[in-house]
């Protein structure tokens, strides 16, 4: 397809022989299952086999998965079980048609491994922040080649840290570059506009997986998915009206998130849940257990954040998680506990109108607002005694380490810890970012210095991920940053306490 033009669904064959133009995912793999994912280009029976010999000779297993139909925009997940742990599993997927002939589609091949249930390395990666601020695929400027690079370093999973769309920001056929050059897009219909409808969500998630890399790299490397505001749209929050912003046909926030909701669990390989919870715990052996935040559902609407008291004006958690994380780090027999948080917890990031955004509200002094719920948090952990809290995080377009301590901080009834910043993979490159001092943070070291040129594009090189390695011998976690080439930028080693 010529860059500029745009991308039109296939129309069926007369063949009742289904197609998978996207290829597969997995998700959500710990000791003994995982979840796998595709999408038919019709309705069909999703087959899933797998086994631990890569030309499945041998030892193959075989699941029969749902029917796939338009209310899913026929994708389809099977919740794979009793997998041996700490091995590499191969997997394939086919669709069967509906037709009079049950014909099969070509399979599709992937590959994950699980995790161990003996001390043994841990190494993965994360980022967030795909196809923002317009950025969609340009193959002269190598497409979406973060992905490539993450694919290449082989991780065990890809944590993806949220914004795996941007549901509200179109993307155009080009965009005028600083250079005097142009980026070229390649459009779709359902990327044409802001996203209201269910289809037009679907449609967003569709569009980075018509890139052979991030198709790649999905069959290779497992992603566990997290959403943050730009699924829905930007800075949103429960309740929310949208009566100032004119591309809005559809004016209630609520229901856009709920549509929102559904796309992100028909596209995103995450194991299914009763009531759609996206947080959750992911253990991956003795060394690691990973915790996925939910910072939009359960927030209150973003204002002044200066609340001198907890209630439900000053919540970013809610209740209900921060009860569950509270109890589940206390309760983790892991060497390390990863906080997989969609939204840093030190820097300021603000809204329109003097409203805040993230934890941070800009007043370096005594907790207030949001900053009370992560206080309270950090509180119990240090009074429990949970150590090797490690923080990962994306949303500001830059990478960066940044070490708490409380004896830099105001408030000081917690153990130090590390927050590390990636991304983004695939859209403008923003920051730095200013400092709340409440909690004590220092940057240790970041991508991107104040000054700097903002919303440059993909092909500027500053898109980033990062990733941490937990040695089974030593128990240091060792993380990394890259960037988009795959480059090796910064790394520190921390040792377990």
């Given at each position: 397809m010529v860059r500029g033009e745009t991308a039109v669904p296939s129309l069926l064959s007369s063949s009742s022989r289904p197609r998978m133009d996207f290829g597969v995912a997995c998700g959500d793999v710990g000791e003994d299952s995982a979840v796998v994912w595709s999408r038919a280009d019709r309705a069909g029976r999703m087959v899933v086999e797998w086994s631990t010999d890569e030309r499945f000779r041998r030892d193959v297993r075989r699941i029969t998965g749902p029917v796939v139909g338009a209310s899913?925009?026929?994708?389809?997940?099977?919740?794979?079980?009793?997998?041996?742990?700490?091995?590499?599993?191969?997997?394939?997927?086919?669709?069967?048609?509906r037709g009079s002939t049950r014909e099969l589609s070509d399979a599709v091949v992937g590959r994950l491994r699980t995790a161990s249930r003996e001390p043994s390395d841990v190494y993965f990666a994360w980022s967030g922040d795909t196809c923002g601020q317009g950025y969609g695929i340009d193959a002269s400027r190598g497409g979406l080649a973060t992905y490539r690079a993450i694919h290449g370093l082989e991780p065990d999973f890809?944590?993806?840290?949220?914004?795996?769309?941007?549901?509200?920001?179109p993307i155009p056929a080009s965009i005028d570059l600083p250079d005097g050059t142009r980026w070229r897009n390649l459009v779709t219909a359902e990327k044409s506009k802001v996203a209201e409808t269910l289809a037009e969500f679907h449609g967003n998630y569709r569009y980075p997986l018509q890139d052979p890399q991030?198709?790649?790299?999905?069959?290779?490397?497992?992603?566990?998915?997290?959403?943050?505001?730009?699924?829905?749209?930007?800075?949103?929050?429960?309740?929310?009206?949208l009566a100032e912003d004119d591309r809005y046909v559809v004016k209630d926030v609520d229901l856009l998130a709920a549509r929102a909701r559904q796309a992100f669990f028909d596209y995103q390989p995450v194991r299914p849940s009763r009531d759609a919870k996206i947080y959750r715990v992911v253990r991956r052996g003795p060394l690691c257990d990973l915790f996925f935040l939910d910072l939009r559902s359960y927030r209150s609407a973003n204002n002044t954040n200066r609340q001198p008291t907890l209630g439900a004006d000053s919540r970013i958690l809610g209740e209900n998680q921060w009860k569950w994380i509270t109890s589940a780090l206390r309760r983790s027999t892991a060497r390390w506990k990863i906080v997989c948080c969609d939204m840093p917890l030190g820097l300021n990031v603000g809204d329109t109108g003097g409203r805040w955004e993230a934890v941070a509200n800009g007043d370096p002094g005594a907790p207030l607002g949001r900053e009370l719920e992560i206080a309270e948090l950090l509180k119990s952990l240090k009074r429990s005694r949970v150590r090797n809290v490690l923080w990962l995080t994306a949303d500001v377009h830059y990478a960066a380490a940044h070490h708490y301590d409380p004896a830099r901080a105001v408030f000081t009834e917690f153990d130090p810890f590390w927050e590390f910043v990636s991304g983004p993979l695939h859209a403008g490159s923003f920051g730095p970012g200013d400092f709340d001092r409440t909690f004590g943070p220092e940057v240790r070291w970041r991508s991107r210095e104040p000054g700097a040129l903002q919303n440059l594009p993909p092909s500027a090189n500053q898109q980033y991920f990062g990733t941490v390695r937990i040695a089974a011998s030593s128990g240091v976690a060792t993380v990394t940053q890259y960037n988009r080439l795959g480059e090796r930028l910064w790394s520190v080693e921390i040792p377990p306490v």
């Open positions: 899913t925009d026929h994708t389809g997940k099977v919740l794979l079980r009793r997998l041996p742990a700490g091995q590499t599993v191969f997997y394939r997927v086919q669709f069967e048609g890809l944590v993806h840290s949220g914004d795996l769309i941007y549901a509200d920001n991030v198709r790649e790299c999905n069959a290779h490397v497992p992603v566990f998915a997290q959403w943050d505001d730009h699924e829905v749209r930007n800075n949103w929050y429960p309740g929310q009206k």
